[in-house]
């Protein structure tokens, strides 16, 4: 099968995006595109918008795991059917203490860097935006993704207060 040039109709060597170019008319890769201002605000608040729904979930997953970690433990301790958890060897006391810092701190991290990623581009939009538009959102001292941190690191800190209580 030999290819055709479209814009000659002679043999073409090159294929580019889908499309058959002999030597001569092969566009460079210098050419640049033009991008209208719509596409461009429509891409950065869909990653905008990414940023925010995955530092809700995220948030949400973290407190559910500790959450779930937490009841599970309270039932094994207080429950009916209550179990010697001090029986355990400590160097898995140990890991399980490390394992629910380290849930902590990753979740603490993913929203701090979902958050900053948004940040960083409503800061983007707002030097892109016509100079005659004049409205700032409005800057909170205590945004709610701080209490999201202390909500995370209180159920940390609860489950390895209770941890300590179960295995001494």
């Known amino acids: ?92 006391q140990i890991f399980i203490v490390i394992l629910i810092i380290s849930i902590v701190f990753s979740g603490i991290y993913s929203i701090y860097y979902s958050g900053s990623r948004y940040r960083e581009l409503r800061t983007y939009t707002q030097t892109l935006e016509p100079e005659w538009k004049t409205f700032q959102p409005k800057t909170h001292c205590f945004a709610p993704r701080n209490l999201i941190y202390l909500v995370l690191f209180l159920i940390g800190l609860l489950i390895v207060l209770l941890l300590f209580y179960v295995f001494n």
């Not at 889908?18 to 991008?35: I, M, Y």
């Not at 209208?36 to 795991?65: A, K």
């Open 1 to 92: 099968m030999t290819l055709k040039c479209v814009t000659c109709n002679g043999e073409a060597e090159y294929l580019k995006e889908g499309t058959s170019f002999c030597r001569k008319h092969l566009p460079s890769d210098n050419e640049k595109k033009e991008v209208s201002v719509d596409t461009v605000y429509s891409e950065l608040y869909e990653e905008m918008r990414r940023f925010r729904d995955h530092e809700l979930n995220s948030s949400t997953w973290y407190i559910v795991i500790l959450l779930a970690f937490m009841s599970f433990l309270l039932s094994e301790t207080f429950g009916p059917n209550k179990s010697d958890l001090s029986k355990i060897p400590i160097i898995f």
